[in-house]
């Protein structure tokens, strides 16, 4: 009887064992199909009717050039861009990280003429978090102040909460970039804290960065008040 009632208890702890296995399997195939369905298309497209966020092409580098040559532009940003070998370098870095899935890299696309304005990307994406960056950043300078990024950055929130419905976007930038820090306040984003020697900059330069983030709690008023002027939002995948 003591050895009958061992061969039934094995079995149990078997039959419990195979359950669990099967039951992790259906969770790890539910959330699979889960993240699949989520992820972000490397076709996106933002538009305003101000701007137009495409994908970034490797062509793009001819315009990006006629744009870099301003060597001010670049003073706080991790890539010297009016540098031949550098802009070429960064634009393949940000095609290979679209192909790995860790960075949607855009052209940014003045509507009204059709031309080129710079570039920005949604990055540091954490499909199980609902948290995205917006950042690789940058504008010609006649581009600068003339509304380009403040409807880019528009485009790019609207995408993360009206559309993902996701928790959180995150913007960082140099500690020392007064202007971009500003910018971001006038964007409701809410500053949170500096890393401290966090980014090699160009010059052997060790950078500070700031980061600010948006919530999606928060989106509803700033999207009603600060942006209340933009009235048209599409996207396409």
């Known amino acids: 009887m003591e050895a009958l009632n061992k061969i039934k208890s094995e079995n149990l702890k078997v039959n419990i064992a195979n359950k669990t296995t099967l039951l992790n399997s259906f969770y790890f195939s539910l959330l699979t199909f889960?993240?699949?369905?989520m992820i972000i298309s490397q076709n996106l497209k933002l538009e305003t009717d101000k701007v137009i966020l495409r994908p970034l092409q490797h062509s793009d580098i001819v315009s990006f050039?006629?744009?870099a040559n301003d060597a001010s532009v670049w003073r706080y940003f991790t890539f010297?861009?009016?540098?031949?070998?550098?802009?070429?370098?960064?634009?393949e870095t940000a095609i290979k990280e679209r192909d790995e899935g860790k960075r949607i890299p855009f052209?940014?696309?003045?509507?009204?003429t059709g031309e080129?304005?710079?570039s920005t990307s949604l990055g540091s994406i954490s499909y199980y978090d609902k948290?995205?960056?917006?950042?690789?950043?940058?504008?010609?300078?006649h581009y600068q102040g003339t509304g380009i990024n403040f409807h880019a950055k528009f485009s790019m929130l609207s995408y993360a909460f009206d559309v993902l419905a996701w928790e959180r976007v995150e913007i960082k930038t140099d500690n020392l970039n007064e202007r971009a820090k500003q910018g971001l306040r006038k964007i409701g984003a809410k500053e949170e804290g500096v890393l401290r020697s966090h980014m090699q900059m160009p010059l052997d330069r060790r950078r500070d960065s700031?980061?600010?983030?948006?919530?999606?709690?928060e989106w509803p008023k700033i999207k009603?008040?600060?942006?209340?002027?933009?009235?048209?939002?599409?996207?396409?995948?």
């Open 34 to 37: 889960y993240f699949a369905y």
């Open 65 to 67: 050039a006629r744009l």
């Open 80 to 91: 010297l861009l009016n540098k031949a070998a550098e802009l070429q370098r960064w634009v």
């Open 107 to 112: 052209t940014i696309i003045e509507k009204a």
């Open 116 to 118: 080129i304005c710079g």
């Open 131 to 141: 948290r995205i960056e917006i950042g690789w950043s940058w504008l010609a300078k």
């Open 210 to 217: 700031v980061f600010f983030s948006i919530l999606k709690e």
């Open 224 to 237: 009603n008040s600060i942006f209340k002027e933009i009235t048209s939002f599409q996207y396409s995948e």
